[in-house]
């Protein structure tokens, strides 16, 4: 197995592990009441706070790896990326991106059919998370399985 | 029209080459190890540019690297 593979992997996996604790974490303190400041105080940290720690949590694990994968391999990782890496990034970002569009149409939708404001963040966050780990398989399904 | 209509030789060519690493001709062409194992495994039609790098790597015309699968599937 590659580099680019074992990353793959290893985001996919740093992906789920972020969300299901950061959730545990921040959903018991959801202060409750529809439509109060409080809770759209809440939902907006929670999506703001989950992009930076995501974004600082995937740098520290990318750093790990790294090392983890020079100690192991004995293979430096590579600095760059090529023409196949763009392609398949293209490719699994374009399906990243259609199903967090499919999450966002649906939360509209809960809007239209007078559902919690609560549903329609939930759905938003989930389509983010899924769109996120989708992209990670993807991008594992076109290394091994080629473009 | 299928895919990976482009084969090639480049594993008999290394192995030809003095038992060239596929991270040495990685290096040579400016690519990862990654794209010479996909090439290798007929999982990746390369762009022109990087067909042109690797015959000039081995010092052969590039129909004696690449060629084209379409004759021998009809």
């Not at chain 1, 999450?103 to 963040?121: D, H, K, P, S």
């Not at chain 2, 194992?37 to 000039?56: C, M």
Request: glycine fraction near 6%; proline fraction near 2%; hydrophobic fraction near 50%.
């Amino acid at each position: 197995m590659t580099y680019q593979e074992k990353k793959s992997i290893v985001s996919m996996f740093s992906s789920i592990l972020i969300f299901v604790v950061y959730c545990l974490y921040m959903y018991p303190k959801y202060p409750g009441g529809e439509l109060s400041s409080e809770a759209l105080r809440y939902w907006g940290s929670f999506v703001l706070i989950l992009t930076v720690v995501t974004i600082i949590a995937h740098i520290i694990i990318s750093i790990i790896f790294n090392i983890i994968f020079r100690m192991t391999t004995g293979e430096k990782e590579p600095t760059f990326a090529d023409e196949l890496d763009k392609l398949i990034e293209m490719k699994a970002n374009r399906i990243s991106f259609f199903m967090f569009i499919i999450g966002f149409l649906l939360a509209m939708g809960t809007l239209v059919m007078n559902e919690q404001l609560q549903t329609m963040f939930i759905i938003l966050i989930i389509a983010g998370f899924i769109s996120d780990v989708i992209g990670s398989v993807m991008k594992l399904y076109y290394y091994r399985k080629g473009v | 029209m299928g895919k990976h209509l482009v084969g090639n030789h480049i594993r008999r060519l290394r192995f030809n080459q003095d038992e060239m690493t596929q991270q040495q001709l990685a290096d040579l062409v400016g690519v990862t190890r990654q794209t010479i194992v996909a090439l290798e495994k007929g999982n990746y039609s390369p762009s022109l540019e990087l067909a042109f790098r690797i015959a000039r790597v081995f010092n052969l015309p590039l129909e004696e690297v690449f060629f084209y699968e379409d004759s021998a599937k009809e």
